[in-house]
């Protein structure tokens, strides 16, 4: 919905201004246009102007692309509004391409009526020979059903810029600058917090720093003057989104490290990463390792093994410790989550998942790796498995992974995926006194008295409750004991190769991660439905954007979203049961489905998408409504 405002002065017109209570725009062209640093300073805007929003940066598969072609076109689309939304967006409403690749790779997306903002400079007859346009698209009618806007992005630039020492090769970087102040113009969002990054950017280049400026200023008043662009829009913030705090934007990524530092700071202990730097999880390396102040400790290793080795040394010298990758590296760290498993230590096993298989899509998002996070090790080597449902749930979800791998002294997978990690949305700082006391006690002393009256200290010997084993640091005095993979005597540590022993550890193993402490599954369902919607990861937003459409249409549909994986949540068989029908959407062929059905005997319908993309809500809306209606 729109309305417009037409101020006179004296005898002109001053253009109008139209408010909208939504926008989703899309920034596309080469990988080295800066499209990713376009969008975020858009959004970064945005998000200081109190908007809810939602992001999703889209990165070539390949490092470097060939420039020009469709496989190099690397996008940032942004959706931003004045109440609370859940999803980038299904369909962009502006598209600001930046050369005729990225036109093409994206045009398929648009609804009719959107507006296109090309750079004409790059519509040369090779670049669109290079991606199959026979004429061009900007003059042969086929843009016909969109507000088009061919602005000479790479001339104004460059005209821009004269008075700056600069080469035409230089200045015409600047164009992303020129484009991110048109669109600050056309949606009146602030420019100073813009201006300080470029000064903070490049301070030790104040000539680029200031011709970026020039360029970006550029942008806002050509947006100003030009008769091209008749009408400014609005987004109002979203006041009534949130609940009182203070917030900030915050990917997926960012807030996974920012949770694990505050799961050490609430456990009081050293928190170590051993990592292998792996897209999408290699920005958790690189935030962790600015964190030295908090007690944080970096192991960027020579290969994923030794990330998790070094990571569950640290395990057992009493640190909390993590090892973060994406699947192919949790194909390689599987032993040595065997290993965490028989020595019964705390480890976070953080996986970014990715496409697959082997290499697969390394800047696509998947959840993929469900299956291998449950059964990807040799013998029965049960673990926990959780994941987080939205970038800002990332926080939330590292402290539940640390709270759960140290009370029950277990690895830990936290599946997180590439949408999350890139994407970003408001977040509420909260308070120290909100997060969860996970302070650990360790073993001080002999806990067993033998037959013969003397008291010894037996590394096997369990909480009756959380069948947890004593966590002794290495060098307490009178606490010595061995370690290794080989199986372990209940109680004293020793190498057994006792049958009935082995049975015996193996059951209790499995018996202490099904007894870990879950949240009941909550279940949204006001009116009573016959079928449910269950869903795991980040497909939270799409799914509960979709059931906002079926609902606000008259459908009746129940909502659940998994947190806790492994184990499932007590009542979830008896939720299942409540209901006629379960759909289960996943960005997979169908793994949570796999287990429902095999653990709780129902008949779950899967959904399933393995694109690299997010769903989008209408398309789950269709979905969804096809199932209650059958």
């Keep these: 919905m729109t309305t417009a ?3 006179p002065v004296g005898d002109e017109t001053v253009k109008d201004v139209r408010r909208l209570d939504r926008v989703i725009i899309r920034f596309a062209g080469d990988s080295g246009d800066g499209m ?93 020979q290079k991606v199959g346009y026979d004429t061009s698209p900007l003059e042969d009618g086929s843009l016909d059903g969109y507000h088009l806007h061919p602005v000479p992005l790479t001339t104004l630039t460059v005209q821009a810029l004269g008075e700056f020492d600069l080469s035409r090769k230089e200045a015409e970087r600047s164009k992303n600058m020129f484009a991110l102040g048109l669109l600050s113009w056309m949606y009146h969002r602030p420019t100073e917090g813009t201006e300080k990054f470029l000064r903070s950017k490049f301070a030790k280049k104040p000539e680029i720093a200031a011709a970026n400026i020039a360029a970006y ?17 609005e987004v109002a913030p979203a006041a009534t989104a949130f609940p009182p705090g203070t917030y900030r934007n915050i990917s997926g990524n960012l807030a996974l490290a920012y949770g694990l530092i505050a799961a050490s700071r609430r456990a009081d202990l050293p928190l170590f990463l051993g990592s292998y730097p792996i897209t999408p999880a290699s920005d958790i390396l690189h935030e962790l390792s600015k964190h030295k102040n908090f007690g944080v400790r970096t192991f960027q290793a020579e290969d994923e ?56 899509l390394p800047t696509k998002t998947e959840q993929a790796d469900l299956l291998q996070a449950m059964f990807g090790r040799n013998g029965e080597a049960p673990v926990a498995v959780l994941a987080p449902q939205t970038a800002a749930d990332c926080f939330d979800a590292a402290l539940e992974a ?18 999350l990690a ?20 360790f073993a001080q002393g002999p806990n067993h008295t033998l037959d013969d009256g003397s008291e010894v200290f037996w590394p096997y010997k369990r909480d009756p409750h959380t069948l947890a084993r004593p966590w002794a640091v290495p060098g307490t005095p009178g606490l010595e004991h061995r370690i290794g993979g080989i199986e372990k005597q209940d109680g004293t540590g020793n190498i057994s190769y006792d049958p009935a022993n082995h049975d015996f550890m193996v059951r209790t193993r499995q018996a202490k991660i099904d007894g870990i402490t879950v949240p009941d599954l909550a ?26 459409r079926i609902r606000k249409e008259g459908g009746r549909i129940a909502q659940a979203h998994l947190r806790h994986l492994n184990p499932f949540p007590a009542n979830l068989g008896a939720v299942l049961e409540r209901y ?36 989008k809500a209408e398309q789950l809306a269709t979905v969804l409504k096809e199932a209650i209606d059958a």
Excluded at 314 to 322: E, I, K, M, T
Excluded at 524 to 545: K, M, N
């Design 5 to 7: 405002d037409t101020m």
């Design 36 to 128: 990713q640093l376009t969008g975020d300073r858009f959004t970064s805007e945005t998000a200081s102007f109190g908007n809810d929003l939602s992001t999703l940066p889209n990165f070539p598969a390949e490092i470097r692309a060939p420039a020009g072609t469709l496989p190099g076109v690397s996008s940032f689309q942004l959706h931003f509004a004045d109440h609370d939304i859940l999803t980038p967006g299904d369909a962009p409403n502006v598209l600001v391409a930046m050369n005729p690749a990225a036109l093409k790779a994206n045009v398929g997306d648009l609804p009719r009526g959107a507006e296109i903002i090309v750079n004409t400079d790059e519509f040369t007859r090779r670049a669109m």
């Design 217 to 233: 200023r550029a942008g806002w008043n050509f947006g100003e003057t030009t008769e091209d662009f008749a009408v400014s829009y």
């Design 305 to 360: 093994i030794a990330g998790i080795g070094a990571a569950l040394g640290a395990a057992f010298g009493g640190a909390l410790a993590v090892t973060t990758t994406s699947g192919p590296g949790v194909a390689l760290k599987s032993e040595t989550i065997g290993l965490a498993v028989s020595l019964e230590l705390p480890l976070l096993v953080v996986d970014i998942q990715r496409g697959g298989p082997s290499t697969g």
């Design 402 to 419: 640390a709270r759960i791998a140290l009370a029950y002294r277990t690895p830990v997978f936290l599946l997180s995926d590439g949408y």
């Design 422 to 441: 890139n994407g970003s949305e408001p977040w509420r700082i909260p308070e120290p006194d909100e997060l969860p006391d996970l302070t650990v006690q």
């Design 523 to 548: 279940v949204d369902d006001p009116d009573g439905a016959r079928t449910l919607v269950l869903g795991w990861g980040s497909t939270y937003g799409p799914i509960t954007a979709a059931v906002r």
């Design 580 to 615: 006629d029908k379960v759909v289960v959407p996943e960005m997979n062929l169908g793994q949570l489905a796999t287990l429902i059905r095999a653990k709780y005997l129902v008949d779950a319908q899967s959904y399933n998408q393995v694109n690299g993309m997010p769903f």
